[in-house]
Every structure is written in structure tokens, then in C-alpha cells.
T-cell receptor, first 112, second 113 residues
Framework: DTEVTQTPKHLVMGMTNKKSLKCEQH?????MYWYKQKAKKPPELMFVYSYEKLSINESVPSRFSPECPNSSLLNLHLHALQPEDSALYLC???????????FGPGTRLTVT | DQQVKQNSPSLSVQEGRISILNCDYT??????FLWYKKYPAEGPTFLISISSIKDKNEDGRFTVFLNKSAKHLSLHIVPSQPGDSAVYFC????????????FGTGTRLQVFP
């Protein structure tokens, strides 16, 4: 299995809602990543988990809360988001210490 | 401060010809470089990579060239096919943290018949 899957594909939420994005991989990768991509911009790293521990937080606001329940799963919990948080949220996985990262299809998030 | 730059936002090439996509970087600590292809509504797909100890890496129709002294890399696609039409991102990593990729701004390639 060489896929990274993400659910949901699309999400519309209000500024007072709480929602979660989910990511799963079965490639045995021990590093997992969350990226945010705005239109016509490159992906920007948000968080890195290595061996299920948070290793990088790129100064992301606390309204984004990552969680890595096990080596195959990665969640991103969302609460009290702002309209400017609307973006494509990408999950990736890779072998920690190697450079290649493999991306899921993303969740298109709209905050109203 | 954009450490990885792709100065051409778009490129149009005829099918069968060579496509050359360029990327410049500023951080001399980068020691590994990657190219990704992205279709609309999909995540980036890894294409090819190169370590700073090499100056060329080839995989089928795709070749990446690295010029460390100029801090420049390029992706050559030969021959170009309509299915290659996508946005191409270069990315760089290195230094203390190999988990962190810095992406360029992307080049939209269109291959026409």
C-alpha cells in the first residue's frame, strides 16, 4: 500500500465549530506531516511527528491541534478557526531521516 | 524570505519537445533537493530527487541537474507529454533537520499537442 489517505475531502465549518481532519498511511513510515497550502502558493509546513512524537511545530496558532494516536494515523483538530484559515490541508508521510515525503490528496477546508 | 525560488510561474511547451523547469535557492545548508508534480485537487506527487554530492540524477524522462556553485537546479522532461501538464514544485532540505522541506513557489507547465 503506497497511499496516504485523508478524510474528509472537503469541509465547511463555522468559526465556532470544532472539527477534525484525519490522515492514514500504511507504508510503515515513522514521520508524518501536516502542511497548509493557500491558492497559488507552495505548501507550508505546520507540524512534524517523528516516531509518534511532535518534533516540529512551525509556530502554528493553538486553534490547530495535532495528534498522532499511532504510527499510522495523524489527526488535526480544529477549533475557533478564522476565515483566513481556509486552505488545502495536506498530510504527508516519510521515513524519518530520509528526505522524500509522500502526500495525501488533501482536505479542502472552508471557514465561514 | 523565500529560500527556494522558481522565477517562472508558467511554461508552455509543445508535445515531444524538452521542458526545462528552473529553481534557485539561497541557503547553502541545503543538501538535498526534490521535485514534486501537482495536479489540481490532488496532493503533490514525488518525482525525482538529488543529493548535493551529485550534479545529475536521471529517471526515465526526468533528469535533475544541480549546480551548487550557482545554487541552481533544473528539471528536464524529455520528451514532454500532455499528461505532464501540472504545477511543478522544487523543494529543498538539509542542515539540522532533514524532516523539513522548503518548497518553491511552483511553475505551471502546459504541454500542448
Amino acid at each position: 500500500d503506497t497511499e496516504v489517505t485523508q478524510t474528509p475531502k472537503h469541509l465547511v465549518m463555522g468559526m465556532t465549530n470544532k472539527k477534525s481532519l484525519k490522515c492514514e498511511q500504511h507504508m510503515g513510515h515513522r514521520a508524518m506531516y501536516w502542511y497548509k497550502q493557500k491558492a497559488k502558493k507552495p505548501p507550508e509546513l505546520m507540524f512534524v511527528y517523528s516516531y509518534e512524537k511532535l518534533s516540529i511545530n512551525e509556530s502554528v496558532p493553538s486553534r490547530f491541534s495535532p495528534e498522532c494516536p499511532n504510527s499510522s494515523l495523524l489527526n488535526l483538530h480544529l477549533h475557533a478557526l478564522q476565515p483566513e484559515d481556509s486552505a488545502l490541508y495536506l498530510c504527508a508521510s516519510g521515513t524519518s531521516g530520509d528526505y522524500e515525503q509522500y502526500f495525501g490528496p488533501g482536505t479542502r477546508l472552508t471557514v465561514t | 524570505d523565500q529560500q527556494v525560488k522558481q522565477n517562472s510561474p508558467s511554461l508552455s511547451v509543445q508535445e515531444g519537445r524538452i521542458s526545462i523547469l528552473n529553481c534557485d535557492y539561497t541557503n547553502s545548508m541545503f543538501d538535498y533537493f526534490l521535485w514534486y508534480k501537482k495536479y489540481p485537487a490532488e496532493g503533490p506527487t514525488f518525482l525525482i530527487s538529488i543529493s548535493s554530492i551529485k550534479d545529475k540524477n536521471e529517471d526515465g524522462r526526468f533528469t535533475v541537474f544541480l549546480n551548487k556553485s550557482a545554487k541552481h537546479l533544473s528539471l528536464h522532461i524529455v520528451p514532454s507529454q500532455p499528461g505532464d501538464s501540472a504545477v511543478y514544485f522544487c523543494a529543498a532540505s538539509g542542515g539540522y533537520n532533514t524532516d523539513k522541506l522548503i518548497f518553491g513557489t511552483g511553475t505551471r507547465l502546459q504541454v500542448f499537442p
